[in-house]
C-alpha cells in the first residue's frame, strides 16, 4: 500500500518562474491538503481539496493555486515566484468521509524549493 | 486566528523523559494533534487528543486541557532515535465542516547519551 507521493524531490526556479508541484494521495483517501514549511517553522496551511474542488484556503495570495484530479491526486501552483517562496512543499491526504475517528493526515515526503 | 506556542527547543538524556508544552487558543477547536518531524524528512503522526485528558500510546503519551487551551507530549524513556522537531497542531472547525490543521512552529528535542 503506497503512502503517500510528491515529485519532484528538488526543484531550483528563479525568481518571476513558475512551478507545479504533484502530490498522490495515499490509497483510499480523498482529500489533498498543501502546507508550505520553511526552514525553523511549522507547515503552514495553503489549502484543501476535496471532491476536485478547493474547499478551505490559507492565507496565501492568488500566486498559489492547485488542482484536484478525478483520481484524487493534486497538483500546487505558484506563479511569479519570488525568493520568500523557498521552502518545503508538503502534501497530506486524508480521507473526509468514511468515519474515521479522527481524519488523521498522512505527509508525504515533501518538495523542496529553492528560488533564485 | 489562532497563536499556538511551543518552546524552541529542549536537551535531555538517554533514558529520560521529557515533556513538551502547548498551548493554544481558537474558538473552534476540534482536536489537537502531535507529529514528529526528523531532519529533511515529513511530518509522522504521533498522538491525537479531542476531549481532556491523558493518551497513552507506549513510551509516548498526551494530555488535553480543553479548558486551559492546553496539551502537553511526555516522551519516556529517551533514545536517541526521539532526536526530532515535535509538531503541536490544533484542527480549526471555525471555517467550515471541514477543519484544517494550525501547526504550531516545533520544539526541537535534542536526547544526548
Known amino acids: 500500500d503506497a503512502g503517500v507521493t510528491q515529485s519532484p524531490t528538488h526543484l531550483i526556479k528563479t525568481r518571476g518562474q513558475q512551478v507545479t508541484l504533484r502530490c498522490s494521495p495515499k490509497?483510499?483517501?480523498?482529500?489533498v491538503s498543501w502546507y508550505q514549511q520553511a526552514l525553523g517553522q511549522g507547515p503552514q496551511f495553503i489549502f484543501q481539496?476535496?471532491?476536485?474542488?478547493?474547499?478551505q484556503r490559507g492565507n496565501f495570495p492568488d500566486r498559489f493555486s492547485g488542482h484536484q484530479y478525478p483520481n484524487y491526486s493534486s497538483e500546487l501552483n505558484v506563479n511569479a515566484l519570488l525568493l520568500g517562496d523557498s521552502a518545503l512543499y508538503l502534501c497530506?491526504?486524508?480521507?473526509?468521509?468514511?468515519?474515521?475517528?479522527?481524519?488523521?493526515?498522512?505527509f508525504g515526503p515533501g518538495t523542496r524549493l529553492t528560488v533564485l | 486566528g489562532q497563536n499556538i506556542d511551543q518552546p524552541t527547543e529542549m536537551t535531555a538524556t538517554e533514558g529520560a523523559i521529557v515533556q513538551i508544552n502547548c498551548t493554544y487558543q481558537?474558538?473552534?477547536?476540534?482536536?489537537l494533534f502531535w507529529y514528529q518531524q526528523h531532519a529533511g524528512e515529513a511530518p509522522t503522526f504521533l498522538s491525537y487528543?479531542?476531549?481532556?485528558g491523558l493518551e497513552e500510546k507506549g513510551r509516548f503519551s498526551s494530555f488535553l486541557s480543553r479548558s486551559k487551551g492546553y496539551s502537553y507530549l511526555l516522551l519516556k524513556e529517551l533514545q536517541m532515535k526521539d532526536s526530532a522537531s515535535y509538531l503541536c497542531?490544533?484542527?480549526?472547525?471555525?471555517?467550515?465542516?471541514?477543519?484544517?490543521?494550525?501547526f504550531g512552529a516545533g520544539t526541537q528535542v535534542v536526547v544526548t547519551p
Open positions: 487528543n479531542v476531549l481532556d
Open positions: 481558537t474558538s473552534g477547536f476540534n482536536g
Open positions: 481539496y476535496y471532491e476536485e474542488e478547493e474547499r
Open positions: 497542531a490544533v484542527r480549526d472547525m471555525t471555517t467550515d465542516s471541514w477543519g484544517k490543521l494550525q
Open positions: 490509497s483510499g483517501h480523498d482529500t
Open positions: 497530506a491526504s486524508s480521507l473526509r468521509s468514511g468515519g474515521a475517528r479522527y481524519n488523521e493526515q498522512f
